[in-house]
């Protein structure tokens, strides 16, 4: 890790990975983005929150091989740097997701201010601006695991794809960040989205796309994804794209999309 930085750096940004719908691209976004933002020699960290734990096997931690992780930082019964591990990048980090996880949204139920118990194991890891981003992948749904995330986020970034139930499911997530941040997260904002698996030759996709620019304006990034089979084989090997594959057009991509985060970061801070 690097050294650690003076108290005068910028704090560390934690981006929520989110779309309530299934199969968007959100595990395959915030892996690679979390990849991409480490090889731009950032400082971050990837903590699995989805109990299938995709994420995970995608930096080299498989299904069943972490011992602790998420569920336990959630639970109190661990922090976060005793279930933190290294991955193949030197700068990349991550909280795996282990078998319990499944049983985190019932076991919560029962805990006083369920909502914010991420924010408050984050708490410490933040106060020492140890990292530069901690990137949350939600499961893909609106349980008490994706309001954890959101409540302890600065902002969410939303992939998505051009199709029609895409727009469905944009508006109901833009519904709950709406919710939370009235009551229970001020400061949660919409980092951007990104169109992922997107196929510019059908029409559809060009429409979808013009309808969400012309909501959402300047939060649509320039950068899309492709649909690409490296991309799609990399988890399979442990990997992110960019370790699979660099010359890949997914790979490039997510580079392209972590360039075009940090710069909208960078220019926010300026203004």
């Not at 661990?78 to 991550?94: F, G, N, Y």
């Not at 320039?222 to 057009?249: C, H, M, Q, W």
Request: net charge negative; glycine share 6%; hydrophobic share 45%.
């Amino acid at each position: 890790m690097a050294e650690k930085p003076s108290l005068d750096a910028p704090k560390t940004r934690v981006i929520a990975v989110s779309n309530q719908k299934g199969g968007e691209g959100k595990t395959t976004t915030a892996v690679n983005l979390a990849a991409s933002l480490a090889a731009a020699e950032q400082r971050v960290l990837l903590i699995d929150l989805d109990p299938q734990g995709n994420a995970s096997s995608s930096v080299g931690y498989p299904r069943g091989d972490a011992q602790q992780g998420s569920y336990e930082v959630l639970m109190g019964s661990a922090s976060i740097d005793d279930v933190m591990r290294r991955c193949e990048l030197s700068s990349l980090r991550v909280v795996p997701a282990t078998p319990d996880l499944a049983g985190a949204e019932v076991e919560l139920v029962s805990v006083e201010h369920r909502e914010s118990a991420l924010a408050r194991a984050l708490q410490p890891l933040l106060a020492r601006r140890e990292f530069d981003f901690v990137i949350l992948d939600c499961p893909p749904s609106l349980g008490l695991l994706t309001v954890n995330a959101l409540v302890a986020s600065d902002s969410v970034l939303i992939p998505m794809q051009a199709k029609y139930f895409s727009l469905e499911g944009l508006g109901a997530l833009k519904g709950t960040i709406d919710s939370v941040r009235a009551a229970l997260n001020e400061r949660l904002s919409i980092e951007g989205i990104v169109f992922c698996m997107f196929d510019p030759r059908t029409n559809l996709a060009q429409q979808v796309v013009a309808e969400v620019r012309e909501h959402f304006g300047d939060l649509v990034y320039d950068t899309v994804i492709p649909i690409n089979v490296r991309l799609s084989e990399s988890p399979s090997f442990g990997k992110p794209a960019l370790l699979y594959d660099i010359e890949s057009k997914g790979a490039q991509a997510y580079l392209q999309l972590a360039r075009e985060v940090l710069s909208r970061i960078e220019a926010r801070r300026a203004a």
